[in-house]
């Protein structure tokens, strides 16, 4: 067996340095909270749905992301997703309003109770803080929603709430605009002509 040179051990030691270096980056990827899966777009997408803006639409909405006002009773919920072109694209700066009935069924006419509208970020997402809206007669739970990119064509439809039993008895109701619920969140990622 061969001793090791000086310069064998010196060659050895400078690449400890870098080995635990390396291992304190594994380590840090492996504790740090997993990536959000990337939008499940095959490359190409059909835009969302169109649907009926409803009687309640009202313009001037005022700029928030949280609807949720002091004294207001509900069930919150919170609502997060992107806004994607046909081609999978994230559209930045994308203008999403909202509207919706309250807790007990009713809209607000008068004023801009649980009304707003924001804009995604570079990324296309969007995040919105609301209560759950109650029901009212001919209708399951439902929100109303305007999505447009920056300079084209406004997408007007309204996501729905899975497993409602309204949504059978609704006319309006569509699957597709379902969004995917898990402890207290909402996630729906719409689709339009970017």
């Known amino acids: 067996m061969r001793e090791a040179s000086r310069r064998d051990f010196l060659l050895a030691a400078a690449g400890l340095p870098v080995l635990a270096a390396s291992s304190r980056v594994m380590e840090a990827a492996a504790q740090a909270p997993p990536l959000r899966p990337t939008p499940s777009c095959p490359g190409s ?12 639409f009202k313009p001037d909405s ?13 069930t919150k919920i919170v609502v997060t997703g992107m806004v994607l072109s046909t081609t999978c694209q994230p559209v930045a700066r994308a203008l999403l309003d909202v509207w919706h009935a309250d807790d007990r069924g009713a809209y607000d006419t008068s ?19 609301t209560i759950v809206p109650g029901i009212y007669v001919g209708r399951t739970r439902h929100f109303h929603v305007k999505v447009q990119a920056p300079g084209k064509r406004v ?11 309204g949504n059978a ?4 109701y569509e699957r597709s605009l379902e969004m995917r619920l898990a402890k207290g969140e909402g996630t729906f990622d719409f689709v339009v002509e970017a």
Do not use: I, K, V
């Open 45 to 56: 997408a059909s835009p969302t749905e169109r649907q009926t803006e409803g009687p309640y």
């Open 62 to 74: 005022p700029l928030r992301a949280s609807l949720l006002e002091p004294g207001m009773t509900g």
């Open 111 to 129: 004023g801009f109770r649980l009304r707003g509208h924001q804009f995604t970020d570079d990324q296309g997402r969007y995040r919105l803080e």
């Open 155 to 165: 997408l007007t439809t309204q996501l729905y709430f899975p497993g409602e039993a």
């Open 169 to 172: 008895r609704d006319g309006l």
